[in-house]
Nanobody
Framework: QVHLVESGGGMVQAGGSLSLSCVASGQTSGIYAMAWFRQTPGKERDTVAQIAWWGGTPTYADSVKGRFTISKGDAKGTIFLRMNSLLPEDTAVYYC??????????????WGQGTQVIVSS
């Protein structure tokens, strides 16, 4: 079992910046990738950025490339999302997710509770 806790959401004006953090606890040794997703009411949850725990290049949604940066912390299971030049359309609940090696599991199988980001125009 892995438990994820996000923090850092809030309200900011368009053009501003916010940083989100996600800290995993529990069986973090099995984490092989982590990601940030976001969701607005009535819409599907979309991938924002992903990062593999060992090597590889982070990937980003086209809508956030050049503005958002995903990074890893020193502790296994800690990631950050630096969001610059925020736009009103970035308003969403942001979720942290972890892909953990488990029998029968594929892709992201653990999720945080989400943190609200509101960008005012």
């Amino acid at each position: 079992q892995v438990h994820l806790v996000e923090s850092g959401g809030g309200m900011v004006q368009a053009g501003g910046s916010l940083s989100l953090s996600c800290v995993a606890s529990g069986q973090t040794s099995g984490i092989y990738a982590m990601a940030w997703f976001r969701q607005t009411p009535g819409k599907e949850r979309d991938t924002v950025a992903q990062i593999a725990w060992w090597g590889g290049t982070p990937t980003y949604a086209d809508s956030v490339k050049g503005r958002f940066t995903i990074s890893k912390g020193d502790a296994k299971g800690t990631i950050f999302l630096r969001m610059n030049s925020l736009l009103p359309e970035d308003t969403a609940v942001y979720y942290c997710a972890a892909a953990v090696q488990e029998p029968g599991a594929s892709s992201y199988n653990y999720w945080g509770q989400g943190t609200q980001v509101i960008v005012s125009s």
